[in-house]
């Protein structure tokens, strides 16, 4: 018989590492895809002297396959936008619902040494941008937090 503690237990998402931001297996690919692709541009730039401008040329970059070129992502959309004038991007996942485990991530990269040059922030109401909050590890929710108690 299957108890309620039981199912609760079975959707409660298990953190991938020790401060895992993630609330979902879904955002956890999210994740995983935007840091892919983040330092896919780092070593482009490094070999190009300029930033990628479409997911095709990242192909084969690093980590970054051409499988991952595709901007359907799971319960997510990848919103690339380079500016190839500028030597810039952005890159945005919007997932298809809005919610407290689905939440829109942001990226920008304007080539500049701030510290927030390709931090990748989060909006769990809105779609993310340049204004959302850096993505930090939930403090209630945090990897450690959700450790099971022995």
């Known amino acids: ?27 956890a690919a ?12 780092k070593i482009y730039k490094k070999k190009n002297d300029h930033y990628a401008t479409s997911l095709m ?3 084969k970059t ?3 396959t051409r499988r991952m070129v595709s901007t ?23 997932p298809k619902q809005i919610d407290a485990t689905h939440r829109s991530f942001f990226a920008k990269v304007e ?3 701030r510290r927030e040059d390709g931090a990748i922030r989060a909006d769990d109401q809105n779609e993310a941008d340049e204004h959302s909050p850096v993505l930090k590890a939930d403090a209630v929710t945090g ?4 450790s099971p108690s022995p």
């Open 1 to 27: 018989m299957i108890t309620m503690m039981t199912v609760a237990a079975q959707t409660t998402y298990q953190p991938k590492f020790k401060n895992d931001p993630a609330r979902s297996d879904s955002e």
């Open 30 to 41: 999210a994740l995983g895809y935007m840091r892919t692709f983040l330092r896919a541009q």
């Open 57 to 59: 040329d990242l192909a």
């Open 62 to 64: 690093g980590s970054f």
């Open 72 to 94: 359907q992502r799971g319960d997510y959309t990848v919103k690339f936008t380079p500016h190839k004038e500028k030597d810039t991007f952005e890159i945005l996942m919007v």
């Open 111 to 113: 080539g500049t040494n």
């Open 143 to 146: 990897a450690d937090a959700r």
